[in-house]
C-alpha cells in the first residue's frame, strides 16, 4: 500500500511538472521539497526513513 501511495504521488508530480496536469503544488509540498532535495543528493540518503526524520519533516510542512 505504502508503494502505491509513493507511486500515486510521484506520477501527479511528473505530470504537473511537465505540463500534463494543469495545477500547482500545495505550500507542503513546496517545503518538502525545499528541504527533501538537499537530504536526498547525499550518501545517506536512507536517513528520511528513519522515524526523527519523518517526524521533523511532518512538523516543518504543516
Known amino acids: 500500500a ?16 511537465f505540463d500534463e496536469q494543469p495545477g500547482v503544488f500545495s505550500d507542503a509540498c513546496n517545503k518538502a ?7 536526498l543528493m547525499r550518501d545517506d540518503w536512507k ?11 511532518i512538523q516543518r510542512i504543516t
Open 33 to 39: 521539497i525545499e528541504f527533501g532535495k538537499p537530504m
Open 47 to 57: 536517513k528520511v526513513f528513519e522515524w526523527d526524520e519523518i517526524t521533523a519533516s
Open 2 to 17: 505504502a508503494r502505491d501511495f509513493l507511486l500515486g504521488h510521484m506520477n501527479i508530480l511528473a505530470a504537473v511538472i
